[in-house]
C-alpha cells in the first residue's frame, strides 16, 4: 500500500485530495496494460484516460487556456507512474504537446484541445534535432514564408508519439534574429504533406519514438503559435510547466520500488530470518523513504509555487524550484530503484519483474526536458544571482 499521508500537506486543497483517490482507483482497474505493441497500448491508453475524463487535467480549458494545475498533473503522473510507466507516457505527453497551444495558442486554435482533452486525437512536442538537443537555440529546421503560408523543411529527433500523433507543435528557425530570437512555434496536422516518419527509435523502455522529416510541409500562417520569433519563449514556458511534472512521474516510480523493497523485504526468508531483519537492508529501506519524501517535498513545492505564480499569489519564483525538483527526483529514483533491485537479488534483474522494468523506466528521465547537469546551470545562475 503506498505511502498517502503527503496528501495532508499544506500545497494541497480537498479537491487535490479527491483526484488522488479517484485516479488510484481507476488505476487498481485498468493498469498495467499489455506494453507488447506500444503504439497499439498508447492509442488504447490516450483513449481510455480521454473516456474517463483524465486528459481534462493534461491542459487547461480551451474556452479559458492558460496553464493547467501543475499539482493536479504532478498527482495524475506520480499515480500513473507508480502503476504502469507507459500510461504516465501516454498521459504526459498529451500534456506536453497540448502545452504550448494552451498557454500561447488563439481562441481558434485552442480548439484543437476538445479532441487532445479527449483523447480523439494524440499530440507531440518537436523541439529536438540531432544537433540541437540541450543546445535548444541552435535548432535549424526552416519555416519560410511563402505567401500567406510557410514551408517546413528540416528534421526533428526524440519525438514521442513520433509516427502516432494527429498533431505536432513544431520549432522552427523563421529567422527574425539568430538563435534563441528567430524560432517560431506552429502547430501541425500529421497528415500533412511533406511530413514523413523516417526513422522509429528504439529504447531501453520502449515508447512510440520516432525521427520525423518536414520537405516543404506547407502550413497556413495562422498556425503559428504566438508571433513570429518567440518560439523559443514558448518552449520554455511549455517546458517549465512540465520539468515538475517529470519529477512527479520520477517520484511514482521510485515510490513503487520501496513499496517492492518493502515486500521483498518482509517476505524472503534468509539466514532464519527475513531480509527485513537485516541492518544494512534496513539502512536501504530509510534511505529509499527518505529520498521518496525529500523528492516529495521538491516536486510538490514546485507544482504549489507554479500554481500560485499563474495566479499572482503566493510565489515570486518558480524556475529554480522546478529545476530542483526535477533534477533531485529523477537522480534519486534511479538511487531507490537501484536499492529496490539489490534487495531483490536475482529476481531483481530478470526480465519482465517490476523493478527491472523500473530500472529501465527511469533511465531517460534525467535527459529529456532539460538533463541533469542543465538543471544543476540553471539552479547555480539563479543562486549565484541571488534569487
Ligand atoms: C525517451 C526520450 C524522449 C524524448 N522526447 C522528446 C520529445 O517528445 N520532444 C523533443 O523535442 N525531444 C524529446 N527528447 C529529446 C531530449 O529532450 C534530448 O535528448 C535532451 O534534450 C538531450 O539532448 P541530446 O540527446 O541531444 O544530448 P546533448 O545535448 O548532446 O547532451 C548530452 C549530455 O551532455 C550533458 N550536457 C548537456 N548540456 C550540458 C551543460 N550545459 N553542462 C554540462 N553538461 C551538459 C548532459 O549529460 C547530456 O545528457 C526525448 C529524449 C528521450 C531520451
Redesign the pocket.
Known sequence: MPDTSFLAWPFFEERHRDLAAAIETWCRLHLPVDHGDVDAACRGLVAALGRDGWLAHSAADPEAGGAPDVRALCLMRETLARHDGLADFAFA?QG??AGAISLFGTPAQRQCLKRTRAGAAIA?????????????ASIAMTAARDGGDYLLNGE???????SIADLYVV?ARTGEAPGAKGISAFVVPADVQGLSVVER?E?V?P?P?ARIRFEDARVPAAAMIGKPGEGFRIAMATLDVFRTTVGAAALGFARRALDEAIGRARERRLFGGTLSDLQMVQASIAEMALDVDAAALLVYRAAWAKDMWAKDIGAARVTREAAMAKLFATEHAQHVIDKAVQIHGGDGVRRGHIVESLYREIR?L?????????Q??VIARQALAGG
Open positions: 505527453v506536453l504537446g507531440a512536442f518537436a523541439l529536438s534535432e540531432a544537433r540541437s538537443g540541450s543546445d535548444v526533428k529527433t526524440w519525438i514521442s508519439n513520433g520549432f527509435i529504447v523502455a515508447h519514438l531517460a534525467r535527459i529529456y526536458e532539460g538533463a541533469s547537469e542543465v544543476k546551470v
